[in-house]
Structure formats: C-alpha cells, structure tokens
C-alpha cells in the first residue's frame, strides 16, 4: 500500500486552519486579533510540517511515483498561497477603511438620530442621554458603530 | 458593560442590521445593552462613517468607530480605528469616560 505522505498533508490542513481559525476563534480576544500572532505561529508549524513533508517527496535514491512529487508539490504551494492571502487580508485589507473626515469631532455636538431598537421601538439620542440608568442620570453616552454581521 | 454602567456611561450600538438579527446576535453573545439598526445607514452617512459597499451582499455599511458623548451630547472622545480588526478596548474607553461630569 502506498505511504501517505502525512506531513504535506497536516501542513496543507494546518495552514487552511491557520486562515480560517482568525474570524471564528482568535478573533474574539483583542490580544489574539490585534496582531494575529497565534495564526501565524499556526502559519510556523504548517510550513515546517510542509518543508518536511516535501523533503520526503524529493528525497533522491528512493523512487517515488512522479504523483507524489506532484501532489506534494501543489500542498505546498497552495498553503503558501493560503498564507499570502491571510496576510493580505489581515494587514492590508483590514486598512481599506473609509477616511470618515466628516465624523463628528471631540467638542463638536454629535448628531441626533431616531433609531430602532431590538424591541422594534423608536429611540432618539435625546432618550438615550437623558433616561436614567440605574435610578441616576447619565454622565455619557457611548456610540459604537460596527460592520454589522450579515 | 457592566463597567460603563457604574460610571454612569450607556453604550448603544448601531448597525445597519435588523432588529431581528441583531435580537439573535445579542441572544447568542448575552449583550443586554441598547443595539439599534440603521438599515438605510441614513445615521451612519450623518456621521460620515459609510463604508460603501463593504457588506456581504454589498450593501453599505459602517466602518468601526466608537464615541464617547456627555449627557449633553458633546463628543468627547473618539476612536476611528484604521484597521478593522483593531478595536478600542474597554479599558481605554472607560478611562476617557472618567473626565466626564
């Protein structure tokens, strides 16, 4: 029975779950998604696992079928195109943010607004400035703006 | 968001989401503060923080950006992150609210 060359294999796996584990896991603590740290300490083992694995493919004075070479060749580099994209997305993409110029400075007033709330109410800043929290007036409001999920 | 309770702070999130999904966002994370939707981004555009086209079905929707009003609608501290991933965290937020009266 042919060997499955099990290094080139769990590199390529670990690099797709080096890429994909940013969104749905790391990304949840700031000390994780600030600087992707984890992800490309995953990105590390991959490639060693990859190297390896490679090497294994290549090694002269064995005969190994031309597929081998062919597949572990491909794993490889699609990890390595895995890895690009990862870091694309995360230090370059995530800076294409719009330059919001026109959003209101500190001392400027900010603007009023009559929003929906999650019990389908209408809620104005006026509202929300001014309702007490917890038996006492607000001292401040906190506006977080977010991509929203869907 | 306890925190921002005891220093007299009310957060309110905003989203072009529909208080339907945000309902369910807010059932699955526990959030129990103010979440209001801006389906139109029409508030979002007043405070010129539209990201076109950025949704995934390419909607327009909101870059990340947080603002520390007082109770008479002042800002007084803002954060417009330049990288997406990169948020204010609680602690900085929490120490700009204590200047406020």
Redesign the interface.
């Known amino acids: 029975m042919r060997k499955i060359n099990w290094p080139v294999w769990a590199g390529f796996l670990l690099s797709v779950i080096a890429f994909v584990s940013y969104p749905f896991v790391f ?1 949840r603590w ?1 000390m994780t ?2 600087f ?1 740290w984890a992800n490309l300490l995953l990105f590390g083992i991959a490639a060693l696992l990859l190297v390896i694995g490679v090497r294994r493919a290549f090694v002269p004075g064995q005969t190994h079928p031309k597929r081998s070479k062919i597949a572990a060749s491909l794993l490889a580099t699609l990890s390595v195109i895995v890895l690009g994209f990862f870091i694309f997305s ?1 230090f370059i993409m ?2 294409w ?2 330059a ?14 009559t ?6 109410k209408s ?1 104005s ?2 509202e ?3 309702s007490p ?2 038996g ?15 | 968001m306890d925190k ?2 005891q ?11 529909s ?1 339907e ?3 369910d ?2 059932e699955k994370a526990g959030y129990t503060f ?5 389906p139109k981004a ?3 555009r ?7 086209g ?4 390419g909607q327009d ?18 954060n ?8 204010a ?1 609680p602690e900085q ?1 929490l120490e700009a ?1 204590k200047s ?2």
């Open positions: 990304a700031s998604r600030d992707p995360t995530a800076r943010l719009p919001s110029h026109g959003a209101p400075q500190v001392g400027q007033k900010a603007p009023d607004f929003l929906t709330d999650t019990k389908d809620v800043l006026s929300l400035r001014s929290i917890n006492q007036n607000p001292k401040g409001v906190l506006l977080i703006f977010y991509r929203g999920y869907w | 921002f309770h220093v007299g702070v009310r957060p309110v999130a905003i989203s072009v989401d208080p999904v945000t309902r966002l807010c103010t979440f209001l939707s801006d029409e508030t979002i007043r405070y010129d923080l539209v990201h076109a950025a949704g995934i079905n929707i909101a870059r990340p950006a947080e603002f520390l009003l007082d109770a008479s609608g002042t800002v007084r501290w803002v417009l992150t330049e990288n997406y991933w990169v948020r965290r937020i609210a406020l009266r």
